[in-house]
């Protein structure tokens, strides 16, 4: 018997024309859909004018459900994965199903769409060529601490996930943290109330009142290391160092040669080898 496919079907985040003609074209054709939230879900699928079968899944059930759900594809079903809203498995159930699909030689299939954390991204005006997405915060304090410590050294973009009612607390733990950085706050994506507010972090957190909705917070990377731990790094780590900061190739050569007192032809000659 031939193995049915999984597919991983973004949904619009707010908007509901930013579906794709192919993600519709999927959820008509599959046996089953697995949802975050089977009304929400059901809200679409009426929009669309589309009925079929299904299935909560979600992060509090999704280790139960998993292998009955395997158990389908291998019996030769086509099965869609949604979540509320945007991609699944970037903050939101899918993981755990597909890693299972794998091993059990199941095809699995991204259907392409809207991600919350790319489109606010993209409009930030931070550096876009590098990022790293930390999903939500711990809410425990000492785990909270140890991952600001690790964002702290991070030189490419941030993203973090924040829910309204914590988000001036952790805008808070970031600026006592990383210090005053320049932020974007991302809010409502896609929706009536989309906003983007840019600036320093102290600027920012004045300027917000009872915060209601989505967010996104975009941090800039770290910029500032001190002269001796830039030439403790390889040269290749050096120049990402630069490169995470959005710099050309022609810039990064000069300010790696200034960081280490060296002619910049030495450290041109080194990168053409």
């Known amino acids: 018997m031939e193995k049915g496919k999984l597919y991983l079907v973004a949904t619009p985040i707010g908007n509901l024309e930013d579906i794709t003609y192919r993600a519709i074209r999927i959820l008509k054709e599959v046996d089953l859909i697995a949802a975050e939230d089977t009304r929400q879900t059901l809200k679409l699928l009426n929009h669309l004018d589309i009925s079929k079968p299904l299935i909560s899944y979600h992060r509090h059930n999704e280790e139960i459900k998993t292998n009955p759900l395997i158990d389908k594809l291998n019996n030769g079903e086509n099965i869609a994965i949604v979540t509320d809203a945007g991609t ?8 755990l199903i597909v890693k299972e699909a794998i091993k059990n030689n199941i095809e699995v299939i991204p259907i392409p769409g809207a991600c919350a954390l790319i ?5 930030s005006g931070l550096v ?4 790293s997405f930390y999903a939500f915060l711990p809410t ?9 410590e690790e964002i702290k050294n991070d030189v490419k973009t941030v993203i973090i996930y924040e829910a309204p009612h914590r988000l001036i607390s952790t805008l808070q733990d970031i600026e006592e943290s990383l210090g005053n950085r320049n932020i974007v706050i991302a809010k409502e994506l896609t929706k009536i109330h989309e906003k983007f507010i840019r600036g320093k972090i102290t600027d920012i957190i004045s300027n917000i009142e009872n915060p209601k909705g989505e967010y996104i917070i975009i ?5 500032i290391k001190k002269e001796n731990e830039l030439n403790n ?6 120049y990402k160092f630069y490169e995470a900061q959005g710099l050309e190739k022609k810039e990064i050569i000069k300010k790696i040669a200034k960081d280490r007192n060296v002619n910049k032809n030495e450290i041109y000659q080194h990168f053409i080898k």
């Open 88 to 95: 699944p498995a970037i903050s939101d159930p899918g993981e």
């Open 119 to 123: 489109n606010a991204l993209i409009a």
């Open 128 to 131: 876009t060529r590098e990022f």
């Open 140 to 148: 425990n304090s000492k785990l909270r601490k140890e991952k600001l």
């Open 219 to 223: 941090i800039e990377g770290e910029k």
């Open 233 to 238: 790094l390889s040269l290749e780590e050096h």
